[in-house]
């Protein structure tokens, strides 16, 4: 008998202690949606300079002119490896490469090749990517530093 009135008591002290209020889980996932874009169009917006997540830096630049020779390197790697979710010039699985760097940085670009997997844990335009396309994640194709910026400029010539 003296177990069950402890017991109730201490279930009683449980449900009112955690009561009244938001859970921890709950209070990161709010503070988190807050420091974050809610939408694809915001987070352009707001990272618009944004570099991503990885082994590239905002020093990361590209000339004006475009190295046909690259780009037909890069070509070849994209039609092997990314053409499976990815279409040049319409959204598929994945988002349409053409005229990406007007809407992002080289240097955010080659990260987002380079390194996906970090990118979409911790990039916020990469997270809203993921949301905008169902979820579905790159794929790290694996490409070296040189290949991802073959890639890249194949897509300057799209």
């Excluded at 990260?111 to 905008?132: F, G, R, S, W, Y």
């Amino acid at each position: 008998m003296r177990l069950n009135t402890l017991g109730l008591i201490i279930g009683v002290l449980l449900l009112f202690s955690c009561g009244g209020g938001q859970s921890k889980i709950d209070q990161i996932k709010e503070q988190s949606k807050m420091a974050e874009p809610t939408s694809l169009e915001e987070a352009e917006a707001k990272w618009k300079d944004y570099y991503g997540v990885g082994p590239i830096t905002s020093s990361f630049s590209v000339p004006d002119e475009v190295d046909q020779e690259l780009a037909a390197t890069g070509k070849q790697i994209y039609d092997l490896k990314c053409t499976a979710c990815h279409k040049a010039d319409k959204r598929f699985i994945g988002p349409a490469p053409k005229d990406i760097l007007t809407r992002r940085t080289p240097a955010w670009v080659m990260n987002m090749i380079l390194n996906p997997e970090e990118m979409v844990l911790k990039d916020p335009l990469a997270k809203q990517l993921l949301i905008a396309y169902n979820g579905s994640p790159m794929a790290n194709q694996n490409l070296t530093e040189e290949e991802a910026r073959a890639v890249l400029e194949y897509f300057r010539t799209l």
